[in-house]
């Protein structure tokens, strides 16, 4: 998974990232 690939390339992967590590999910939304 690469921060500059848009988060619609993997939603379902990205929101159980999300839920697991909010942290990493806002930075790589801020990147």
Not at 2 to 14: F, H, I, K, Q, Y
Request: hydrophobic share 25%.
């Amino acid at each position: 998974m690469r921060s500059d690939a848009p988060t619609g390339d993997t939603p379902n992967r990205m929101t159980r990232r999300t839920t697991a590590r909010p942290r990493i999910a806002a930075e790589r939304k801020g990147v």
